[in-house]
């Protein structure tokens, strides 16, 4: 099992910035990949962006790109997302989900509980 708990979201004004935060813990998290979704009011959950542990290698939704960081410091088990440039329609609440399968997919094994990102206009 592992377990995910998210933190750093809120609301904030359209052109500004965010980091979120997913600190993980149970079992051995470096063959997984650590990824971050999201899901507004009314629509399905979508990718946002994933960080391969052991690689540190990453993939990014072509509506974040150029504007969110992902990024994962090992000794703390936690995976961030630096959010900038924030738009209304970046408006949901945000997942952290730890897997093994398909990386730029909704396809994860494990999640937190979510954490709630609102961007003013």
């Known amino acids: 099992q592992v377990q995910l708990v998210e933190s750093g979201g809120g609301l904030v004004q359209a052109g500004g910035s965010l980091r979120l935060s997913c600190a993980a813990s149970g079992r051995d998290i470096s063959g997984y990949a650590l990824a971050w979704l999201r899901q507004a009011p009314g629509k399905e959950r979508e990718f946002v962006a994933a960080i391969r542990w052991g690689a540190g290698s990453t993939n990014y939704a072509d509506s974040v790109k150029g504007r969110f960081t992902i990024s994962r410091d090992s000794a703390k088990r936690t995976v961030y997302l630096q959010m900038v440039s924030l738009k209304p329609e970046d408006t949901a609440v945000y997942y952290c989900?730890?897997?093994?399968?398909?990386?730029?997919?909704?396809?994860?094994?494990?999640w937190g509980q979510g954490t709630q990102v609102t961007v003013s206009s």
């Open positions: 989900a730890a897997g093994r399968r398909r990386v730029a997919s909704t396809e994860y094994d494990y």
